[in-house]
């Protein structure tokens, strides 16, 4: 019998919400989403810092919680500056999680991609066509948008496969590919998560929003498998209730009661009954 993940993850979903320390996660990232993703941060009680000078790092890595890099915007100095910290993650033990923004479109993003994950990070995710051209599978996203052809039943069973050889590799990494099923892979098993909404394609940054969010809560020690499917259920718990209460409303109203609902979905105590995943 498939055991649910709300079994799986039992402790963790009992005791993350509200965040009791307020980790400090230095992100990384491109000028699209930023503002989005910080003040995503500060909804949940996490802090941000937007710190990419490599001069920076040797002070800086001494007071962060976790590292957010993502690929959503290469120029040659941010190129330089997520491999520079994405070393220095690792030689000063800090969390950290790789979001593959746009590795299905180049070949100089999926390069950055695979040295980044040399380091061996805690986490890496993208959407399911990033995440099937990074596992050397065939993948039909477009620019920094996943496509609904590589979600398939036999798509996901097809990147389950391949991200279990992955963690043979890479075993302290989990693997997450995002969609309307989100998949999660690690050496201690996989799990398939159902929450969200269409709409969530529909407005910018909810991608890098997941990933920044993982990185605050492997800030607070929770483990990569736990960290990711606490943050890709709450995250779209929360757009389900926006959804329900945007009747009237459009894309841009439903961005707005999403992104509301990161500060104030946790204070629901029954928020984990609406949690919708399983072990694989
Ligand atoms: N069609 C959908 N149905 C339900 N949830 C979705 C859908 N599309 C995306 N999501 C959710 O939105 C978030 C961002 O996923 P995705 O759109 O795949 O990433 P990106 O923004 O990086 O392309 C994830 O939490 C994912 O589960
Ligand atoms: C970098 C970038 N370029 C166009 S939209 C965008 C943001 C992508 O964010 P997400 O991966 O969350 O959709
Ligand atoms: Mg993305």
């Known amino acids: 019998m498939t055991q649910s993940i ?3 993850f039992a402790d963790a979903f009992k005791t993350t919400f509200l965040l009791k320390s307020s980790p400090l996660v230095d992100c990384i990232t491109n000028p699209v989403t930023i503002e989005s993703m910080a003040n995503a941060l500060l909804y949940i009680d996490a802090k941000p810092v937007m710190a990419d000078l490599p001069e920076e790092f040797p002070e800086l890595f001494t007071q962060i919680d976790a590292l957010l890099l993502n690929l959503g915007h290469i120029s040659p100095e941010r190129k330089d500056s997520l491999l520079a910290a994405g070393r220095y993650a690792a030689e000063t033990h800090k969390p950290a999680v790789v979001d593959l923004v746009g590795v299905a479109a180049t070949q100089l993003r999926y390069d950055i991609g695979q040295q980044l994950l040399q380091n061996h990070p805690n986490v890496v995710k993208g959407n399911i066509s990033e995440v ?17 052809l590589d979600q398939s039943a036999t798509a996901l069973a097809e990147l389950t496969k391949a991200l ?8 302290n990494t ?9 998949l999660v892979v690690s050496a201690k098993g996989q799990w398939r998560l159902e929450n969200g909404v269409p709409q969530l394609d529909r407005f910018t940054g909810t991608g890098d929003i997941v990933g920044a969010l ?3 809560l492997l800030g607070i020690g929770l483990s990569n498998d736990e960290a990711v499917v606490l943050t890709v259920s709450y995250f779209n718990c929360c757009a389900e209730v926006a959804a329900a209460q945007n009747t009237a409303g459009g894309i841009a109203s439903f961005r707005e009661k999403t992104l509301d609902q990161l500060s104030l979905l946790a204070d629901q105590a029954d928020w984990v009954q609406m949690v919708k995943g399983e072990a694989l």
């Open 174 to 182: 989990t693997f997450l590919a995002t969609g309307e099923t989100d």
């Open 6 to 8: 709300t079994e799986v």
């Open 132 to 148: 099937r051209r990074f596992a050397g599978l065939k993948s039909t996203g477009r620019g920094v948008d996943g496509s609904q």
């Open 164 to 171: 279990q050889e992955l963690t043979e590799r890479f075993p």
């Open 214 to 216: 993982t990185a605050a």
